[in-house]
Each structure stands twice: as structure tokens, then as C-alpha cells.
């Protein structure tokens, strides 16, 4: 009964958006305590849905609940608009619509003071959630695809939130504004790459309704190139969406707009649509052992290069949002070499190994959106009592910031993988996942090699870069601005604190309980032939316990976060290590290139400047003189003959006559011309 009417799920945070759009400045707050309310029934439906799928015969079977209607049909193609709900569909709808909740409500304290600019916020982040639980739902490619712009579009309001009238003034506002124009202009290349992948699945399959393409059979009577094709264009727009590599240069800048947006973009909705598509798309993926190698080496170059830029920025936000860039590699590279060792493999070993990276990758997609939710809306309480994002100006909070101090902290142990917590379940499973193509000694095993080291040194520089925030954060002598500091936060604001550090350290024995057999990715050989299932892997939690506590690069991992943990508080806590001897006050050459952000700015500037500027002047020119000419032409012709015309008008009966005279002379010369030389 709930499955049939979770249509509702995002229509009720469209309806908060609605609301709240036209009269949130009648209600308290803006329309933020409406907002709340269609938030928190989305997530009671949403879990209502989830129990009775999970509880349901379509999951022992492991079948989708899907019901759509004809949206539009053109020849043999077909669209549908409608929802698709399997095991992956429940996990991404939950965490999502829960976490969306804690900020929301955390949003009442952080936003208080907006005045009538609350409205407009309010209704922003409710469409935006709208949208992402409509991806989620979506049962076919073109209506993820409507909703994956209605988060874009979102992005770029909530990100330029302050670009009119910015709390640090003028320049902050029009930083906040270019940050937008980024952010939307950068995954819009993304976005085109997702519709002409679109376009090129719709001419393979008739249709883009995913039991058509995810379906063994129909797959093997598609060409195989235009798979391989359609789903390189597909992972392009998660390139952009996601912050992957070499787009992941919008996300640190996004960090412009409100502290609670960066925690729903980084956590709860956004770029996190990016690793589901992947996810989503995996019976299509696998198809190709190269799409899959592709995707492992983008998620892996990107958590190396993103961990790295993080290691000396000083600004608090930039350094959770740099450690978002480098957890989504991670999630990327995961499902990559889980996949790559299915495409190899086929139905062989999938049971056993190749399963362990789609686990991996969905699991700690699940921990990160908690412990990151935490650890931006930390951040944000830092900075609503302190003032400010600059590190260099904190210190000492601790002893003010008592509740916000220790959540911070269970948040930064982790994501830095410290034993026991959620982020060490599934990073170790990342990691293992990347090594298992080597293992087995398939045909790329030296590149999964090197990424699997790639990973385990972004691990190293994840824990001392998060505990460097830490440590020059809470610890310490005060600095300038907690002497400033109001203290702790209103318990609007604390309350999703303390309730996200509790599923930031209790999320990932949730794989002990059953989840491993829910976030899973499954090929079964039925004999007649392949199906494609999601869930029901054969995991257990007795078994991943084993793998994790046998594996030798468990603790080689490990030791390398822990190593991180200490070597920052070496430097930033008892000082005894002075950070100025690796980075010579900011003058060494690494020092200098990571501060560049690796020059990725620059460059964006510079293809702009000498391509996007010199396509934009060739279309204009074609515009000007072939479009516009031609119109213009055609304009001045018919405005110059009904001017010749007119003058034939004269209103003398006299000239009429004549005319006439005139046509019938000519008309009776052209008969006797055909008549006598035409032969007619």
C-alpha cells in the first residue's frame, strides 16, 4: 500500500517548496518550520516504503516494484514517467530524506538571522530536495535526467544565496555569485556529456526505462558499441556532477554560498547523485571492462588529488570540502574495480569478490553522508560563534564549544578510518576491492595496483588533514576570533550534531545486520542466461568481518591514518614539530603548487578564454551574418518589393486599364510562342 503511492516522497518536499514560496513569510521563521515538516514526512513515507519493499516477495525474489505511465511516444521510441524502487532505491531515499531533515531542522538556529531572505531559502532547499528524491525514484534514464537539472539549477541558487547582500560584505557577494556561475557552468558540461549519452541509449534501446535496459536479454541484442559509448557519456555527467577529475574544481568554491547547503550538497543530495547513477548503471557498465577501468582511475587519481590540496589549505570549509572531492574518489574507484572484476569474470566470481566493490562503494557513500552532514554543520556552529572560516584565527574552542568540539571530533575519527567507527568499515572495503583485481591477476592488475596505493597514501593524508583542522580548530592557545566567540550553539542547531555523531559511529555495524545483503550488485548465471540483480549478494556480516580482520592491508592502512592522527598532533597541538620547516612560510615550490589548486583554476580560465571565447565569437558571427542576415534579407526583399508594388497603385482607372491591357499581350504573345515553337 505505501509502495503504490511513493510518488508522494518528493512531492511533498515540492509541495514545502510551493508553500513556502508564495507565503513562508507568514509563518514563523520564513516557512523553515514547514519546510521541516514536509521534510520529515518524506522521510516517514520513505521508510514506511522501504519496510514494506524490504519485507516484500519482490525483494526475496529480488524484482523492482515499478509503476509508470506513457509520457510521450514518437515512432517506435517510447517515454515513461514513473518509479522504480529495489533495495538501492530504499538505502539512497532514506539517508537521503533523514540527513536532508537533520539540516534542515538545524537550519532554524543557523539562518535565524536572515530576515526575509529566510523565505526564499526555505523554499530553495525544499525544491532541492524534491529533486534529489526524484532521481532516486526516477524508473527510467530521461526522468532521472529532469530531476538531475532541477538539482542543478538549485546548486547554482543556494550557492549564490549572498550574492546580493553577502554578511562579509561586497566582495563576498561577488565571490559568491562567480562561485554559482561556476558551479553551473562547470557541470553543465557534465550534464551535456548525460544527454547525449540520453540520446544514444534511446536510439539503441527504443526506450530508457531501466527494466528495458538493464535486462540481459535486450542487452545482448544492442550494439555493443553503442553501450560502450552511451555509458562513457553517462559517467561524464557524473564527472561533472560528483566533482570528479579534472571537473572537481566548482566544489571547493561552492563553499560561497550558507554552511548548511555545503552540508546537503555534500552530503545528502548533489554530488552524491553522481556515485548513484554509477551505482544504478551498473548492469550497463559491466558490459565493458573499459568503461569500468576508466571509472576506477578517475575516483582514484581524483581522492589522491583532492586529499593532497587539502593538506595546507587553512580556510575550514575548503578542507571538508577537498576531503568530499577525495571520499567520492573513493567511492568511484570502489565501484569501478568491483565492476571491472565483473565484466572479466562474468557470473564466475561475482558472488565472492566482485561485489565487495559495489558494497564498498554504496556503504561508504551511506557512512560519508552522515559523518559529512556532521562535520559541515560542525563547521557551521564554529563559524556562527566565532565569525570565521580562517583557521589561523581559531584555537582553543574547545573549552566554549564543548558539544561541538567532541561531535567534530567522533566526525573527523571517522573519516580518517579510526577502528570501529562507520568510516573504517567501508574504507577498508574500498581498499580491499581495489586490490582484488591484482589478486587475481587479472589484465589490469599493476593499474588497480597502483591505485590501491594511491588510496592507502589518501588515507595517510585524510586523517592528518582532518585532525590538522581539528587540532588548530579546538585545540591550542585561543586565537583571535574565539576570543570573540559566543560560545556554544543553539540546540536547533546542536541537537543534529549529537543525533549525526550517534550514526557516525554506529552506521557501519548496520553491515553486520543485514545491510551487506541490501547494497549489493549481483550477476546470476540461470542457465538460460544472465540476470542482473541488486541485492542478495551472499555476504554475510561473519564473512566481511573475516576478510577485513585477516587482511594484512587492513593494518598497513591502518597504521598509516593512525601515523596522520599523531604526526598532527605533533605539529598543530604540542608543537613540537614546526610546520613551517615542509612548507618554508609558504615559499616552497609544493607548498606553492598545492595552495594553486594544482593550477586547475588557471587552466579553466585559459580553455575558456582561448576556446570557449573563440566558439562564442564564431557563433556569433554565424548568428550576425547567416541567421540574422538571412532574416534580414529576406525582411528587406519583401519590405522593398511591397514598396515597388506600391507605387503601382496609383488609383487611376486609366493606369488599371492599362495593366490589364499589358497582361493580356503578353498572355496571348506566350500562347502563340507555345503554339508555334512549343509544339503544343
Not at 521534510?39 to 529480488?62: G, K, N, P, Q, R
Not at 535486462?215 to 560502450?228: E, F, G, K, Q
Not at 568503461?291 to 587553512?314: D, E, Q, R, Y
Not at 604526526?567 to 594553486?596: H, Q, V
Request: aromatic share 14%; net charge neutral; hydrophobic share 50%.
Amino acid at each position: 500500500m505505501f509502495m503504490e503511492y511513493a510518488w508522494l516522497i518528493p512531492f511533498l518536499p515540492l509541495m514545502g517548496f510551493v508553500i513556502v514560496g508564495f507565503f513562508g513569510n507568514r509563518f514563523r521563521e520564513g516557512g523553515g518550520y514547514l519546510a521541516v515538516g514536509f521534510a520529515i514526512a518524506a522521510f516517514a513515507l520513505a521508510a514506511l516504503t522501504s519496510y514494506e519493499y524490504l519485507t516484500s516477495d519482490l525483494y526475496a525474489v529480488s524484482a523492482p516494484f515499478v509503476t509508470d505511465v506513457q509520457w510521450l511516444a514518437f515512432g517506435s521510441y517510447e517515454l515513461n514517467f514513473g518509479i522504480y524502487i529495489d533495495s538501492l532505491t530504499c538505502v539512497m531515499m532514506l539517508f537521503s530524506s533523514f540527513i536532508s531533515t537533520m539540516i534542515f531542522v538545524y537550519s532554524i538556529g543557523y539562518m535565524h538571522g536572515e530576515g526575509k531572505k529566510k523565505r526564499r531559502y526555505y523554499a530553495e532547499i525544499s525544491l532541492f530536495l524534491s529533486g534529489m528524491l526524484g532521481l532516486i525514484l526516477a524508473s527510467n534514464y530521461l526522468e532521472m535526467f529532469i530531476f538531475w537539472e532541477i538539482m542543478g539549477v538549485c546548486s547554482y541558487l543556494l550557492i549564490g544565496f549572498w550574492s546580493f547582500k553577502h554578511p562579509d560584505g561586497d566582495e563576498a557577494s561577488i565571490k559568491a555569485a562567480s562561485a554559482a556561475k561556476k558551479a553551473f557552468l562547470v557541470t553543465r558540461l557534465g550534464d551535456v556529456c548525460f544527454m547525449t549519452g540520453l540520446f544514444v541509449l534511446l536510439w539503441s534501446f527504443g526506450n530508457l526505462d531501466f527494466t528495458t535496459l538493464f535486462d540481459p536479454a535486450v542487452i545482448l541484442t544492442t550494439d555493443s558499441t553503442m553501450i560502450l559509448i552511451g555509458s562513457l557519456l553517462l559517467f561524464g555527467g557524473v564527472i561533472g556532477k560528483s566533482a570528479q577529475f579534472p571537473l572537481q574544481d566548482w566544489l571547493p568554491d561552492a563553499m560561497a554560498g550558507p554552511t548548511t547547503v555545503s552540508a546537503l550538497i555534500h552530503a545528502a543530495t548533489m554530488v552524491k547523485a553522481g556515485v548513484y547513477l554509477v551505482a544504478r548503471s551498473y548492469p550497463l557498465f559491466i558490459q565493458h571492462a573499459d568503461v569500468m577501468l576508466i571509472v576506477a582511475i578517475i575516483g582514484g587519481v581524483t581522492a589522491f588529488i583532492a586529499a593532497s590540496m587539502a593538506m595546507n589549505n587553512m580556510n575550514l570549509k575548503r578542507v571538508l570540502a577537498y576531503s568530499t572531492i577525495s571520499q567520492l574518489g573513493y567511492m568511484i574507484m570502489a565501484l569501478g574495480a568491483g565492476g571491472y572484476v565483473i565484466a572479466i569474470e562474468g557470473a564466475v566470481h561475482v558472488n565472492v569478490l566482485a561485489c565487495v566493490g559495489f558494497t564498498a562503494g554504496v556503504f561508504h557513500m551511506i557512512n560519508h553522508a552522515f559523518f559529512k552532514a556532521l562535520l559541515f554543520m560542525c563547521a557551521g556552529s564554529v563559524i556562527h560563534s566565532a565569525g570565521t572560516e580562517d583557521m589561523r584565527k581559531l584555537g582553543g574552542l574547545h573549552k566554549k564549544m564543548k558539544v561541538t568540539s567532541i561531535t567534530m571530533l567522533i566526525g573527523s575519527l571517522s573519516i580518517a578510518g579510526f577502528p570501529l567507527l562507520s568510516g573504517f568499515w567501508s574504507k577498508d572495503l574500498i581498499l580491499e576491492a581495489t586490490m582484488e583485481p591484482s589478486t587475481l591477476g587479472l589484465p589490469a592488475g599493476t593499474i588497480f595496483l597502483i591505485l590501491f596505493a594511491l588510496g592507502a597514501i589518501t588515507a595517510f593524508m585524510t586523517a592528518f588533514y582532518m585532525f590538522r583542522m581539528w587540532f588548530m580548530t579546538f585545540a591550542g592557545p585561543p586565537g583571535e576570533a574565539t576570543e570573540h566567540s559566543h560560545g556554544e550553539s543553539p540546540r536547533t542547531m546542536t541537537t543534529p550534531l549529537i543525533i549525526l555523531s550517534v550514526f557516525a559511529i554506529a552506521s557501519g555495524f548496520l553491515i553486520f545486520f543485514g545491510l551487506a545483503d541490501i547494497l549489493t550488485f549481483n550477476v546470476i548465471d540461470r542457465g538460460a542466461g544472465l540476470e542482473y540483480i541488486f541485492g542478495h549478494c551472499g555476504h554475510t556480516g561473519a564473512h566481511i568481518l573475516e576478510s577485513i580482520v585477516n587482511n594484512v592491508w587492513t593494518y598497513v592502512t591502518l597504521a598509516l591514518g593512525l601515523f596522520g592522527i599523531f604526526l598532527a598532533y605533533l605539529m598543530y597541538c604540542r608543537r613540537t614539530i614546526d610546520p613551517g620547516r615542509f612548507n618554508s612560510d609558504g615559499e616552497s615550490p609544493i607548498y606553492k603548487f598545492l595552495t594553486a589548486r594544482y593550477f586547475f583554476p588557471q587552466l579553466y580560465n585559459q580553455i575558456a578564454l582561448k576556446l570557449g571565447y573563440g566558439v562564442a565569437k564564431g557563433v556569433e558571427y554565424v548568428d550576425r551574418n547567416l541567421i540574422d542576415g538571412t532574416v534580414d534579407g529576406i525582411a528587406n526583399a519583401v519590405v522593398g518589393g511591397s514598396g515597388a508594388m506600391r507605387k503601382m497603385q496609383t488609383g487611376y482607372v486609366r493606369n488599371y486599364a492599362a495593366y490589364v491591357v499589358v497582361g493580356v499581350i503578353v498572355l496571348i504573345a506566350l500562347l502563340v510562342f507555345l503554339v508555334k515553337w512549343g509544339g503544343v
